[in-house]
């Protein structure tokens, strides 16, 4: 599968942003989602995932803020960033995988297939 992720740019701290994944292939629904972040010199950082099922898992410094969620008939991923912070200031990457158990939903290593990247700038 390919992903092409868009949505990033430059918004002031409370502001919000709408992430969206595009990905190709026709066994969509049927892989974990996940969405993470990086930032110069520091390892890539989980964010959210979902699973085929809908169950969905947040990494604690975005829950109640952010919120994963798919369509599986257009083939995309979206990630709403409400009241960001400039500690969300990153390169926001979105991947994919197949069979990923729970525990294995939080990490990167376990995600086969990435996009390009978007950069979310928050300004304080």
């Known amino acids: 599968v390919q992903l092409q992720a868009s949505g990033g740019g430059l918004v002031q701290a409370g502001e919000f942003l709408r992430l969206s994944c595009a990905a190709s292939g026709r066994t969509f629904s049927s892989y974990t989602l996940g969405w993470f972040r990086q930032t110069p010199g520091k390892e890539r950082e989980f964010v959210a995932a979902i699973r085929r099922n809908f169950v969905t898992a947040y990494a604690d410094s975005v829950k109640g803020r952010f919120t994963i969620s798919r369509n599986n008939i257009e083939n995309t991923l979206f990630l709403q960033m409400n009241s960001l912070e400039p500690e969300d200031t990153a390169v926001y990457y979105c991947?994919?995988?197949?069979?990923?158990?729970?525990?294995?939903?939080?990490?990167?290593?376990?995600?086969?297939?990435w996009g390009q990247g978007t950069q979310v700038t928050v300004s304080s």
């Open positions: 991947a994919a995988a197949q069979g990923l158990i729970l525990s294995s939903m939080r990490s990167h290593g376990s995600y086969v297939y």
